[in-house]
């Protein structure tokens, strides 16, 4: 009979699903991709919210880091994020960025984010991206 995880099991997962959050986050945060593709899968899925051409849904480890690059590009390499904290329970992760920083064409991008990164047996399933006021972030990516 299965008592449930013994003694130490649950720090020794949580410490390996924090692992695994800041590896994610420190990835994006020195716009690392090869870092990145580590932690990403054909499961994975990444929802971006809003009206731009960015917006949408990116279902695996190609689209999702395709969108980084072309966020990159977009911006000549400006994007970065600020590091926060990362808070872990289990297999999930919440991942929050204070603020994302870039410059385009003229534009600058000044935002609160979150983003949210469920993950499962040390791999990215889904990350939910938040921002605290969408439409500039909408009309900043605008093409």
């Given at each position: 009979?299965?008592?449930?995880?013994?003694?130490?099991?649950?720090?020794?997962?949580?410490r390996?699903?924090?692992?695994?959050?800041?590896?994610?986050?420190?990835?994006?945060?020195?716009?690392d991709?090869?870092?990145?593709?580590?932690?990403?899968?054909?499961?994975?899925?990444?929802?971006?919210?809003?009206?731009?051409?960015?917006?949408?849904?990116?279902?695996?480890?190609?689209?999702?880091?395709g969108?980084?690059?072309?966020?990159?590009?977009?911006?000549?390499?400006?994007?970065?994020f600020?590091?926060?904290?990362?808070?872990?329970?289990?297999?999930?992760?919440?991942?929050?960025?204070?603020?994302?920083?870039?410059?385009?064409?003229?534009?600058?991008?000044d935002a609160?984010?979150?983003?949210?990164?469920?993950?499962?047996?040390?791999?990215?399933?889904?990350?939910?991206?938040?921002?605290g006021?969408?439409?500039?972030?909408?009309?900043?990516?605008?093409?």
């Open positions: 009979m299965d008592d449930g995880p013994k003694q130490g099991e649950d720090e020794v997962s949580q390996s699903t924090l692992n695994v959050a800041e590896r994610v986050r420190m990835a994006l945060i020195e716009n991709l090869l870092a990145a593709q580590a932690v990403f899968d054909d499961a994975s899925l990444l929802r971006m919210p809003g009206k731009s051409g960015l917006a949408g849904e990116y279902q695996g480890r190609d689209a999702i880091l969108l980084c690059k072309r966020m990159s590009q977009l911006t000549d390499g400006t994007l970065q600020t590091p926060a904290r990362v808070i872990s329970e289990d297999d999930q992760a919440m991942v929050v960025f204070g603020r994302e920083f870039a410059i385009r064409g003229g534009r600058k991008l609160d984010a979150i983003h949210i990164v469920l993950l499962r047996d040390r791999r990215v399933r889904e990350v939910w991206v938040l921002h006021h969408q439409d500039p972030v909408d009309e900043f990516w605008a093409e």
